[in-house]
Structures are given as structure tokens and as C-alpha cells.
Nanobody, 119 residues
Framework: QVQLVESGGGLVQAGGSLRLSCAAS????????MGWFRQAPGKERELVAR????????NYADSVKGRFTISRDNAKNTVSLQMNSLKPEDTAVYYC????????????WGQGTQVTVSS
């Protein structure tokens, strides 16, 4: 069973950048597909980006395409989310999540990290 810990959140002005990191432990990291989700106050949680177990396939929500980049380092058991050109509407708690290759849902979640973008 994998444990996930996010870091890198904070307060940034619109147009700025942040890099979120998620450290995984307790499992074989390369066996998991990874995703970054976010939840803003009063809104449902949404998938921001996801990456395959090998890192060769990535997908993004339309709202972040061209601005965010997800990557992983299987040797270091980490997944990252580089966020550029941030907008106030990107403000949310960001969560790292993992699911096994054959699973249909993300079963493992981090505690979340707050990202606040000021206008």
C-alpha cells in the first residue's frame, strides 16, 4: 500500500509559477498510475493531470493544458506538477493520488497542499 505526501503549495501572484511534488513510499511506485486533483471551495474535486506508470502517457484537463506539466521519476518515487501562468481560478487544494495499473479508480491519496493565486 502506497503512502503519498505532497509539498510545494503556497501563495503566488497571477502569472507566476509553482511546482508541486508528491513523494511516495510503501509500494512499488512504478506499478502505479498517478494523478493530480484539485478541489476549490464549494466545488467538486477535479482531475487536473494524470500520468501512466512509465511516464510515457500524460493527460490534462482542458483548463490547464499548455500551462501545467506532470512528470514522474520512478527512481526517486516522486511525481511532480509544474504549474505556470497561474490564474486565480487555479486556487484550490491540490491532491496527489495513485491507482494500480488495473484499477479503475484512485485508491490512495495524499493529504493535500493549498495553492492560492492572487489577482
Amino acid at each position: 500500500q502506497v503512502q503519498l505526501v505532497e509539498s510545494g503549495g503556497g501563495l503566488v501572484q497571477a502569472g507566476g509559477s509553482l511546482r508541486l511534488s508528491c513523494a511516495a513510499s510503501g509500494g512499488t511506485f512504478s506499478n502505479y498510475k498517478m494523478g493530480w486533483f484539485r478541489q476549490a471551495p464549494g466545488k467538486e474535486r477535479e482531475l487536473v493531470a494524470r500520468i501512466s506508470s512509465s511516464g510515457g502517457i500524460t493527460n490534462y484537463a482542458d483548463s490547464v493544458k499548455g500551462r501545467f506539466t506532470i512528470s514522474r521519476d520512478n527512481a526517486k518515487n516522486t511525481v511532480s506538477l509544474q504549474m505556470n501562468s497561474l490564474k486565480p481560478e487555479d486556487t484550490a487544494v491540490y491532491y496527489c493520488a495513485a491507482r494500480t495499473i488495473l484499477a479503475s479508480e484512485y485508491a490512495y491519496w495524499g493529504q493535500g497542499t493549498q495553492v492560492t493565486v492572487s489577482s
